[in-house]
T-cell receptor
Framework: SQQGEEDPQALSIQEGENATMNCSYK?????LQWYRQNSGRGLVHLIL?????REKHSGRLRVTLDTSKKSSSLLITASRAADTASYFC????????????FGTGTSLTVIP | KAGVTQTPRYLIKTRGQQVTLSCSPI?????VSWYQQTPGQGLQFLFE???????NKGNFPGRFSGRQFSNSRSEMNVSTLELGDSALYLC????????????FGPGTRLTVL
């Protein structure tokens, strides 16, 4: 079964609004990463947050991590049409850290 | 630095054939991982190579194999292709430690007829 699951599966918002997507995972981790994928192409790395970090920012992106709840959230502020993509979280298995599992993804549509 | 490159980008094969996909990691990266992405199963980990050794393996049949060369370039081979092997195959490279970021290539789209 998947290590991670994103919620919601699909999200549709107007340009300028904020988009929040969540990721839950099952086991302890070393770090969690968020990726974006446009139309079945390669994945673009967005941000990495380590297990000892609680929040991280990168431009319009804000990621939080709650290891007690085994969950993370990705917030995209002031969304743009170009943000339309699928977003995935990826977690390692804490014991080895070298095997990554991806969630099911959130499909974000930003309407101009 | 150049990014992760994968060749070929598109491939069409028939059932029973075999296929080899290639991945060139970012210069200096020693870890290469392979993933299969399908609409039904999502992104699934195939295996990871580090310094020419397979370090981790996902839950795929033995028809899926790989190797890594001394220059860190990696190849993935699928023998006796099945229709269900049609997928986007993604390669990712990173430095090799647990806190390193993974960088993905554009993928190889394999269609099995």
């Amino acid at each position: 079964s998947q290590q991670g699951e994103e919620d919601p599966q699909a999200l549709s918002i107007q340009e300028g609004e904020n988009a929040t997507m969540n990721c839950s995972y099952k086991t302890s981790i070393n770090n969690l990463q968020w990726y974006r994928q446009n139309s079945g192409r390669g994945l673009v790395h967005l941000i990495l947050i380590r297990s000892n970090e609680r929040e991280k920012h990168s431009g319009r992106l804000r990621v939080t991590l709650d290891t007690s709840k085994k969950s993370s959230s990705l917030l995209i502020t002031a969304s743009r049409a170009a943000d339309t993509a699928s977003y995935f979280c990826a977690t390692d298995l804490g014991n080895t850290g070298n095997q990554f599992y991806f969630g099911t993804g959130t499909s974000l549509t930003v309407i101009p | 630095k150049a990014g992760v490159t994968q060749t070929p980008r598109y491939l069409i094969k028939t059932r029973g054939q075999q296929v080899t996909l290639s991945c060139s990691p970012i210069s200096g990266h020693r870890s290469v991982s392979w993933y299969q992405q399908t609409p039904g199963q999502g992104l699934q980990f195939l295996f990871e190579y580090f310094s020419e050794t397979q370090r981790n393996k996902g839950n795929f049949p033995g028809r899926f194999s790989g190797r890594q060369f001394s220059n860190s370039r990696s190849e993935m081979n699928v023998s006796t292709l099945e229709l269900g092997d049609s997928a986007l195959y993604l390669c990712a490279s990173r430095g090799g430690t647990v806190t390193d970021t993974q960088y993905f290539g554009p993928g190889t789209r394999l269609t099995v007829l």
